[in-house]
């Protein structure tokens, strides 16, 4: 969810719990035949596994497309994600950190663990059932384990005007934050780190057909220890072979020239955001900064990018332009920036262990 720069007032006192709980049903019609949903924990510090027709995402990613299976859930308004009992989830209005359109973002309490609640209410300007139900159906699916995903804990739709989910609370911030607060130096060995991790996200994410969308720097955070984890994915699709997408969606700075253009797109947009955030990563300062931001669509799709310092390392120079290329089939793939970016690290690893 974006930030706001808006100034927010400071509300009063502390929310009561959310909203109703209501128990998950354990058979549902899907994919074809009946299938049963199994929860494989209650506990918060459990694992919870979805699973349809009795099989787990990646069981069922061998004969069907993730796309066909976040259709079907979708479109049958099936629930698989992990209904949380308003008695269970509790936040004060003064604890906010990140507001957007289409909702707000709070540091919570969940049995105990501080949480992030998003709430999604009809009082926001870009209120949509349908961006909240694929985003927690999407945490639902994917792997909960991945390192660089935060740990998605389930949902309340009691209220059809008040939705709410909650996730693993990341101390640290957004890596926008993190980037801009020079108080906090960086080395450039860490700035790889960070790196090699939003590409470890982002290669499983493409590996079973998800594009993400609006990838940039203030949908990562930063964990105490410096790792990195992706979040928001109520704009991400899933990737459709048969055919390429054209809905304009993103944010400016990091969209590339083709969307600009309204020309089809594929998951090569989320290559091109990526070497947007390599050079925030390595600049530390808002990419296209003092440029008026109707005149940065114009000046993407002419092939003009941020400007990359001299003192930048030519390695990670020579990945950076080759993500943002003009033409999306010269972009590399997740899987081959990833291998890039893990040679990187292990070789100034040796070069340190040398000295």
């Not at 796309?67 to 698989?80: F, P, R």
């Not at 919570?108 to 300007?125: L, Q």
């Amino acid at each position: 969810m974006d930030n706001s720069n808006s100034q927010l007032k400071t509300q009063q006192s502390t929310l009561s719990p959310l909203s109703s709980s209501k128990e998950i049903e354990n058979k549902f019609s899907t994919l074809s035949v009946s299938s049963t949903l199994t929860l494989s924990s209650d506990s918060i510090d459990g694992k919870y596994v979805p699973k349809i027709n009795g099989k787990t995402l990646t069981e069922l990613l061998k004969y069907q497309s993730f796309e066909d299976i976040l259709g079907e859930v979708l479109s049958k308004k099936i629930n698989i994600y992990k209904e949380l009992p308003k008695e269970d989830v509790h936040f004060g209005t003064d604890d906010i950190m990140a507001v957007g359109a289409s909702g707000k973002v709070y540091k919570g309490r969940y049995r105990n663990k501080d949480v992030a609640i998003k709430v999604y209410s009809t009082e926001n300007f870009c209120f949509n059932t349908e961006e909240f139900d694929r985003e927690i159906t999407i945490m639902s699916l994917i792997d909960s384990d991945h390192p660089n995903f935060t740990r998605f804990y389930g949902a309340n739709k009691q209220n059809p005007k008040y939705l709410f989910m909650v996730s693993e609370y990341v101390q640290g911030g957004s890596l926008r934050d993190l980037l801009l607060n020079k108080d906090k130096p960086l080395t450039y060995f860490t700035q790889l780190s960070i790196a090699l991790d939003i590409a470890n996200a982002m290669q499983y994410l493409h590996s079973i057909g998800v594009i993400h969308r609006d990838l940039k720097s203030l949908n990562v955070l930063i964990t105490d220890d410096y790792s990195a984890k992706v979040i928001d994915f109520g704009t991400s699709r899933a990737i459709d072979v048969s055919k390429q997408m054209t809905l304009n969606l993103g944010t400016s700075s990091w969209m590339g020239p083709e969307l600009f253009r309204n020309e089809p797109y594929t998951e090569l947009c989320d290559v091109y955001a990526f070497g947007i955030v390599l050079w925030e990563i390595f600049c530390r300062k808002e990419p296209y900064e003092g440029v008026n931001s109707w005149s940065i669509p114009l000046m993407v799709a002419k092939g003009e990018r941020p400007p990359v310092p001299s003192d930048c390392p030519s390695e990670y120079s020579k990945l950076m332009k080759a993500c943002w290329a003009d033409k999306p089939k010269k972009r590399p793939k997740f899987k081959d920036i990833h291998q890039t970016l893990k040679h990187m690290v292990e070789n100034l690893t040796l070069k340190r262990s040398k000295k």
